[in-house]
């Protein structure tokens, strides 16, 4: 009874409604799931052109969720800078968007099944106490709270080793945990992204996710986590992760600058870094002339593109 109160609480979030017709085949479902911290930079538009891409040309939904459940990381006037953004590029998405911090409670049922099953523990360890350990989490709290120690966070108990599981561009993956068993509720009463976005792709039916390479790492986790909440599988892929010449990665955190060049340039670059042969013809075309060669192109290819490598360099 209980997961299945939690299966329905995170089903509350459905994605919109195809025909009859395509319901019966179970369209492809993707996203793009930004975070308004700042605006798209080069990076984030491969994400969100390489997962539009396989979504539409499918002939599948395209969602759209700002993960903006950590308050501190957001800045005023992002999301509206990032949606104006993918406007231009003529990336039309389906349904109403996602906020993450609107969800909060679903969040929290979440976190209430996992530690009534066991799965979750409260842990009493701060930040400079773990960086004594090299940044990985030593499992200090595992088996109960020391004498006097007060709970912090909330941590999720994983195993020692996750199950082999299949990148659509990169085959089969081994992903150990990183970090030790990872925080769920951090202890300034966010949740972590690990959590909400696992909560939110089962919620919106989200079938695949398509996006930076910067998380393949991550991957096993979340499905484990999946499984601990009753979920279906998603199907991942990972796009290259973009570095600048110094094979440093493009990341808002990183104060990476954002996209500033024309809409038909950008999808025109980003093909490019995703192996595509553009052809010389459509140089200085629209984002429109872009999107719909580019959806032509991938409807008659299975798969439409490898990526060339896992990561590759931003142009000069």
Not at 40 to 50: C, D, N
Not at 249 to 258: E, T, V, W, Y
Request: hydrophobic share 35%; aromatic share 8%.
């Amino acid at each position: 009874m209980e997961s299945a109160r939690i299966h329905q609480a995170m089903s509350s979030l459905s994605p919109p409604t195809m025909p009859q017709a395509q319901a019966r085949k179970k369209p492809v479902v993707g996203r793009f799931a930004p975070s308004p911290s700042g605006p798209l930079h080069a990076g984030s538009l491969i994400a969100a052109i390489g997962s539009y891409l396989s979504a539409r040309s499918q002939s599948g939904l395209w969602l759209l969720r700002m993960e903006d459940v950590d308050g501190d990381r957001v800045r005023p006037g992002a999301a509206d800078t990032i949606l104006r953004q993918l406007e231009t590029l003529g990336l039309d998405w389906d349904g109403p968007i996602c906020w993450q911090s609107q969800r909060h409670d679903y969040y929290q049922q979440a976190l209430d099944h996992l530690i009534k099953e066991g799965d979750a523990y409260p842990c009493a360890c701060t930040r400079q106490e773990i960086r004594q350990h090299g940044g990985n989490y030593p499992g200090t709290c595992r088996h109960g709270l020391a004498a006097g120690r007060t709970a912090r966070s909330w941590r999720l108990r994983v195993p020692e080793q996750f199950p082999v599981w299949k990148d659509r561009f990169h085959g089969l993956q081994n992903t150990p945990p990183e970090q030790g068993d990872p925080v769920l509720l951090r202890a300034d009463n966010y949740f972590a992204y690990l959590l909400a976005c696992v909560v939110d792709d089962g919620a919106q039916g989200v079938s695949e996710v398509i996006r930076g390479g910067d998380l393949r790492t991550f991957t096993g986790v979340q499905r484990y986590l999946q499984s601990l909440l009753h979920l279906p599988r998603t199907e991942y892929g990972h796009l290259p992760l973009l570095c600048n010449a110094d094979g440093s990665k493009l990341s808002k955190s990183s104060q990476s600058p954002a996209w500033t060049g024309s809409p038909g340039q950008g999808w025109e670059t980003t093909l490019g870094l995703l192996g595509w042969d553009t052809p010389a013809e459509l140089h200085g075309a629209s984002a429109e002339q872009w999107r719909n060669w580019a959806l032509a192109e991938a409807r008659g290819k299975t798969p439409f593109w490898h990526p060339p490598a896992t990561s590759v360099t931003l142009p000069l």
